[in-house]
């Protein structure tokens, strides 16, 4: 088992406090949340499977990545 940790950041490169994150996987694997720290940061321990998406949401703007594996390090900045 592996990790996917990442920080989630405003257009202008401020971390977001407060962001909600979702991690969603093939075949409904994953389905977990998370909500980022003070820092802008998340983590989703544990982790099996291959390939992930993750997406952020804060107020009306959103990130998301795709084909994320565990073991990555994301920063994901958001838009409106």
């Known amino acids: 088992t592996s990790a996917i940790r990442g ?47 993750v997406k952020a949401e804060y107020e009306t703007a959103r990130a998301s990545a795709n084909r994320v594996r565990p073991g990555d390090d994301l920063t994901l900045t958001l838009a409106e």
């Not at 694997?29 to 802008?40: H, I, K, L, N």
């Open 7 to 53: 920080l989630v950041v405003a257009g202008d490169g401020t971390p977001v406090a407060g962001a909600n994150v979702s991690l969603d996987g093939r075949m409904g694997r994953g389905g977990r949340t998370a909500v980022t720290g003070a820092d802008g940061r998340f983590a989703f321990e544990d982790i099996e499977g291959f390939f992930f998406t």
